[in-house]
C-alpha cells in the first residue's frame, strides 16, 4: 500500500514534466491537418503543374498565393515552342515525383504557422516548409519553401515573359 501511494504521488509531481514538449497548441494540429491533407491529395492525383490540377487544389491556397499559381499555370501553356519558367512540382520542388512524404514538426511565428514536410525517395529524403496564414478559422498555405527555392518569391518575380 505504501508502495501505491509513493508511486501516485511520484507520479502526480512528474506528470507535468511529461508532457512538456507535446503539442500544446491545438490550432497548430489544424495547420498541420491542411499540409497533410494537400499532400495526400497532391500525391494521390495528377501532380502536374496546370490550370486544371491547380484549381483542383484552390481550397487549401490563401487567395493570393492561389491567384499567382493560376496565373503561373496558364502562362506555362500559353506558348507550346517555349519551355515554361517553372519545371516539375513546385510544391515538391522535384522533377521525379517523391514516392511519400511525411509532416513534420509545426512552428507558430505571429500570425503564420511554419509547417516542415519531408520528401521521400527509394534512396533520398528532402525537407521543405509550407508557410500557411489563417483566414476565417481556416488555416491556408501561403508559400512553399525548400532549400534553394522560394516558391512566393518565385511567383512575383518581376522577369515574367
Request: net charge neutral; no cysteine.
Amino acid at each position: 500500500m505504501r508502495n501505491r501511494i509513493i508511486a501516485i504521488v511520484t507520479l502526480i509531481l512528474f506528470l507535468p514534466f511529461l508532457s512538456m514538449g507535446k503539442e500544446t497548441d491545438p490550432d497548430l494540429g489544424n495547420a498541420v491537418r491542411t499540409v497533410r491533407a494537400f499532400y495526400q491529395f497532391h500525391f494521390k492525383h495528377d501532380m502536374g503543374f496546370i490550370e486544371k490540377t491547380i484549381r483542383q487544389k484552390q481550397r487549401w491556397f490563401e487567395p493570393n498565393f492561389y491567384r499567382l499559381l493560376l496565373e503561373e499555370a496558364k502562362r506555362g501553356t500559353a506558348s507550346t515552342d517555349e519551355a515554361p519558367d517553372l519545371e516539375g512540382d513546385p510544391f515538391t520542388n522535384s522533377q521525379e515525383y517523391p514516392d511519400t512524404f511525411q509532416v513534420g514538426k509545426a512552428v507558430r511565428s505571429g500570425e503564420q504557422v511554419n509547417v516542415e514536410v519531408i520528401f521521400i525517395w527509394k534512396h533520398e529524403k528532402r525537407k521543405g516548409q509550407v508557410l500557411l496564414v489563417k483566414q476565417n478559422n481556416i488555416w491556408l498555405i501561403s508559400n512553399i519553401i525548400h532549400d534553394d527555392f522560394d516558391l512566393l518569391k518565385f511567383l512575383n518575380r518581376t522577369d515574367k515573359s
